[in-house]
Structures are given as structure tokens and as C-alpha cells.
């Protein structure tokens, strides 16, 4: 019988800098729910700036991130480039919006594969 995972854990690719400047890398990114989806639409900083939904989506889903007591909007707001993208991927990924396909060409021989890509996880 497997087991069903409603948390991944993450290493992040640069790390969050907080205000002491301690770097925070290793986090956990929970699934998300109908209401992680639907309650930052009723935020008026989404209906002002829709590209901030997913700050307020990662808010609400990482549920820890190194020694923070909290993970919150200025949290996701401080992350670097790479690491915003990162978790977005994480979670597109963890929450089945995107393909669990993948094309990839074989350096060896340059053929073209379709190859099946685990869940986080597994």
C-alpha cells in the first residue's frame, strides 16, 4: 500500500537571506488546498498586481524554511530570482500542473525520448 505525501521537502538554489544574514535553504512545500488557491484572489495586492499571487500562494503552502518561524509574504517577497522560480516549479510540479512527460534528446545519439518524471517524493 503506498503512501500518500502531502509534503515535499526542498533544498532552495541560493537560499533566503534573512535580516541577520542567516541563509535559510531547506524547506518543506506542502500541497496546496482550494482555499490556498482561492483566498489571495480576494487580496486587494493580486486584484491590484496579479503576478503577486504566487507570492501569496508560496506563502501559504511552504510551510517551513530553515530556523523561520514563519513563512510569509515579505519572506517570499526577499527571495532571490532563482529560488522564486524554484518553488513556483515545485509547486506546479507537487500540485499536478504540469506534465509528468517530459521530451529529452539523448546526448549520446541525439534521439528524441519521451521519459516519465516522478513525482517529488518518490
Known sequence: MST???????????G?????????????????TA??????L?????????AYLIVLLLARVVSKLGSLTEVN??????LFSEDLAFLQ???NRINGLTPSQLAVICPACGAEHVV??????E
Do not use: C, I, Q, S
Not at 509574504?73 to 526577499?78: L, M
Open 73 to 78: 509574504a515579505g519572506v517570499v517577497e526577499g
Open 4 to 14: 500518500f505525501v502531502t509534503e515535499v521537502e526542498f533544498e532552495l538554489p541560493k
Open 16 to 32: 533566503y537571506v534573512d535580516p541577520t544574514g542567516t541563509v535559510h535553504r531547506t524547506g518543506v512545500m506542502r500541497l496546496a
Open 35 to 40: 482555499a490556498d488557491e482561492l483566498y489571495p
Open 116 to 121: 516519465e518524471v516522478a513525482p517529488p517524493g
Open 42 to 50: 480576494k487580496d486587494p495586492r493580486v486584484r491590484n498586481w496579479p
Open 89 to 91: 516549479d515545485l509547486y
